[in-house]
């Protein structure tokens, strides 16, 4: 059956209906090598070879975003008065209308996935699925084996939730200490509470790792690319 072509073209971000249909009438499309003046016609836009003023159209419906975010943005789509992250993408991405896959907190920097696909972005933040996400944090105090045991056992937070096992990491125990920590589950501010509940803060976070896939060491703060079919892989395999 197919699409109808000015809707696949209007849906890539070509314009308005009314738009494609005189960039049609122009003679501007062709599909499978033949000019087509027809805005009806109907294309299987994964099949047929679709160009507009002689460049192809590469079709997708879905978009895979990685994105390394800095500080000082929001995890959100749209906010009357502060920067999301949605904000720092191209605006040609606006039109797949990509969210955010779960929350990092304003001032927490690093690795966040933003996509269309629903499906996938439920299957990460599912709590069923206990998703290992993990962070890179500067603590101020020393952090040492006993909060590694606690964190090991689960501690309980000052709301009364006791957190899963999780992975604590010390890279350096000192004044300021740095570590690692992969936890199972994304709760409100779940590593600065954690570190609460040992008498620590948290003074920088960034998270390095969500299931298999890395924060691409290439990105920049604010930066962000499209995932390869290696990395979409790597997130669809939990
Ligand atoms: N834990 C936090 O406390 N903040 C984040 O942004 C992510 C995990």
Known sequence: MGKRLDKVLSNMG???RK???SIIKKGRVKVDEKVIKDSSMHIDPYE???????VKLVYREVVYIMMNKPQGVISATFDSRMETVVDLLDPAYHIFEPFPVGRLDKDTEGLLI??????????????????PKTYYA???????????????????LEDGYKTLPAELNIIKGDEISEIELTIYEGKFH????MFESVGKKVTYLKRIAMGDLKLDKDLELGEYKELTQEELE???NR
């Open 190 to 193: 779940q590593v600065k509470r």
């Open 234 to 236: 790597k997130l669809k």
């Open 48 to 54: 047929n070879h679709i160009e507009i003023d002689g």
């Open 138 to 156: 500067h603590i101020e105090g020393i952090v040492d084996e006993k909060d590694q045991i606690a964190f090991k056992n689960g501690v309980t």
């Open 19 to 21: 738009e494609i249909k």
């Open 114 to 131: 933003l996509t269309n696909d629903g499906k996938l972005s439920h299957e990460l933040l599912s709590p069923k699925k206990h998703v």
């Open 14 to 16: 070509y314009g308005t």
